[in-house]
Each structure stands twice: as structure tokens, then as C-alpha cells.
Nanobody, 123 residues
Framework: QVQLVESGGGLVQAGGSLRLSCAAS????????IGWFRQAPGKEREFVAA????????TYADSVKGRFTISRDNAKDTVYLQMNSLKPEDTAVYYC????????????????WGQGTQVTVSS
């Protein structure tokens, strides 16, 4: 059993920064690939970024590339999403998710999900 808990969401102005955290428990953290997804009101949940287990490789959605950075600290059982140059269209509930797959960017590939944290970017 795996439990994921997000934190760090909040309200920021456009152009600002925010760092989200995803803490995991229930199995060796280093054995999980961790992804971030987001869902805005009335929209489908979409992929944001992922970092693989093993040798860390990162993947980003085109909409956040160059602005967001995903990283992991296995010693702290935590994955981070540093979000810079935030835009109003980044407003959404952000979820972290886990999978034993080496690399994954689709919803159906993730078996474990956190409860979500709200990110609101004002204009």
C-alpha cells in the first residue's frame, strides 16, 4: 500500500513562484516513478511532469517546459515541483501520482494518487 500526500499549494500572482511537495510512504520511495498532474474546473486531468525511478529522467508537458522543474530526494521520500513564471492558466488542483513503471505520462499508467493541492494564480 502506497500513500502520497501533496503540500505547498496556495494563491500567487502571475509571474510568481511556488514549490509543491509530494511525500510518499508504504514502499521504498526510490522504487516509484512520480508524476504530477493537474485538473482545472471543467477540464480533464492532464499530465504536467514526471521523474523516473532508478536513474532519474524527467519529462514535461510542453505547456510548462522551461518554467517548471521536477526533482526528487529519495533520502527524504519526497518529490518536488518548482513552479516559476506562473500564469493564470496554471490554476488547478495539482495531484502527485506513483507508478512502478520506469516512465509514464498517461493517467492510466499510475496506480497511486494523492489527495491534491490547490494552486491559484491571479492576474
Amino acid at each position: 500500500q502506497v500513500q502520497l500526500v501533496e503540500s505547498g499549494g496556495g494563491l500567487v500572482q502571475a509571474g510568481g513562484s511556488l514549490r509543491l511537495s509530494c511525500a510518499a510512504s508504504g514502499r521504498p520511495f526510490s522504487s516509484l516513478t512520480i508524476g504530477w498532474f493537474r485538473q482545472a474546473p471543467g477540464k480533464e486531468r492532464e499530465f504536467v511532469a514526471a521523474i523516473s525511478r532508478g536513474i532519474p529522467r524527467t519529462t514535461y508537458a510542453d505547456s510548462v517546459k522551461g518554467r517548471f522543474t521536477i526533482s526528487r530526494d529519495n533520502a527524504k521520500d519526497t518529490v518536488y515541483l518548482q513552479m516559476n513564471s506562473l500564469k493564470p492558466e496554471d490554476t488547478a488542483v495539482y495531484y502527485c501520482a506513483g507508478t512502478i513503471r520506469l516512465s509514464a505520462s498517461s493517467l492510466g499508467e499510475y496506480a497511486y494518487w494523492g489527495q491534491g493541492t490547490q494552486v491559484t494564480v491571479s492576474s
